[in-house]
Structures are given as C-alpha cells and as structure tokens.
C-alpha cells in the first residue's frame, strides 16, 4: 500500500500570499496518477488537480500542481478568501488508491 | 445538477451489520464507475471499494475484503454497500463518490455529504 505523507499539516497564511503544500508517498506513483481535492466544513470535497497537473473542470488557475514520482505539490498562486479549506492528495495508480492525512490552510 | 445522497448509518455494536445506500440523480448512473470511501474524525480519506458501471467488476480496500459488499441497481439509480462483522475501527463517515468518467474512473468528481456509522457497544 502507498502511504502518502502531506506537509505541512497547518498552513497560516494570509489572503494574497502563495501557499505550497506537499505530499510524499511511500513509493512512486504510478503515471504520476496524483490526484487534490479541497473539502470545507460542510461540504463534498472538490476535485481540483488530477495527473499530478491538470486543472478539473472550473477550477481556476490559480490552483497548479506539478510533481512526479514520489514528491508532488499543490501551489496556490494567491490565496482567495474561498480557498481556505481542507487539501488532500490521493494517489490512484495502485490499489488501494490511498488519500494523504491533509493539510489544513488557516487565515492568518 | 448531480446529487449523491446516502442513507442507512446509525450506532451499531460490533459484530453487527448494516446496508447503505446512495441514491444518485442528475447522472447517468449506469454508465458510471463508483466508490465507497470513508473518513473517521480528523483523519484522511479512506477509500474502501469499487464497482464497475455494470456492476460485473469490484474491488475492495484489505481492510473491508471479506466483511463489505458492494453492490448496485441500476433501474434504481443506487449504490449500496453491505457491512458485515462490523468493528469500533469501522466507525467514520461513509461517503458514496462517482469515479470520474471524463478523467479517470479512480478519481473522484463528486461526492455525497455522506452517513455517520458508530460502531459501539
């Protein structure tokens, strides 16, 4: 089983500034088949970046993610208002295809 | 617009057993790949089985192999997942999601707001 490690576990930071959050997996990831979501309080998660760096459907372009392998990273160009939330990765290129624990990103 | 809702979670004691459902709508169901995933409180997701869009091919997370079912109607548009021999560990909340047909059937483009499973004694 990939084990996916995301850091930081908290990010604070400020509407504007650019967030950077991680994960790491166990081993490398099939086909680079990394997938984010975001997920509020209350809320379904939201697909935002599948193959490690294709934007879902609506999503904005703020939101990029690059990676391969074993280190991928999901930037957040200049956070809005709305973005501050619940991110999770989730590999789907081996079974089980496994989520990462998450990183929460904080107002400051 | 697509809805997945889910039903049938409640408090539980272990060893016991409980079927969920997930009632879809604003899709095309039978056409579609779907999951089960789960998230206990202030963990990750944790992603339990699939089935096929005719439901002749699933597959199953270690953890639930052997004690969950699942399964689909398709001229009822619903999903379910059958849970036996249930455990203090199988308490989260379970989420029915549609693998994504124009992305990758492992990825996942909606979710339901998902059904509490306790199990307790």
């Known amino acids: 089983e990939i084990v996916l490690t995301q850091s930081p576990g908290t990010l604070s930071l400020s509407p504007g500034e650019r967030a950077t959050l991680s994960c790491r997996a166990s081993?490398?990831?099939?086909?680079?088949?990394l997938a984010w979501y975001q997920r509020k309080p209350g809320q379904a998660p939201r697909l935002l970046i599948y193959g490690a760096s294709s934007r879902a459907t609506g999503i904005p372009d703020r939101f990029c993610g690059s990676g391969s392998g074993t280190d991928f990273t999901l930037t957040i160009s200049r956070l809005e208002p709305e973005d501050f939330a619940m991110y999770y990765c989730?590999?789907?290129?081996?079974?089980?295809?496994?989520f990462g624990p998450g990183t929460r990103v904080d107002i400051k | 617009e697509v809805q997945l809702v889910e039903s049938g979670g409640g408090l539980i004691q272990p060893g016991g057993s409980l079927r969920l459902s997930c009632a879809a709508t604003?899709?095309?169901?039978?056409?579609?790949?779907m999951h089960w995933v789960r998230q206990a409180p202030g963990k990750g997701p944790v992603w339990l089985s699939r089935m096929n869009s005719d439901g002749s091919n699933t597959m199953y997370a270690g953890s639930v192999k052997g004690r969950f079912t699942i399964s689909r109607d398709n001229a009822k548009n619903t999903l379910y997942l059958q849970m036996n021999s249930l455990r203090v560990e199988d308490t989260a909340v379970y989420y029915c999601a549609r693998g994504a047909p124009t992305v990758n059937t492992l990825v996942f483009d909606y979710w339901g707001q998902g059904t509490l499973v306790t199990v307790s004694s």
């Open positions: 989730q590999q789907y290129g081996s079974s089980p295809f496994t």
């Open positions: 604003g899709v095309t169901f039978s056409s579609d790949w």
């Open positions: 081993q490398s990831v099939s086909y680079s088949c």
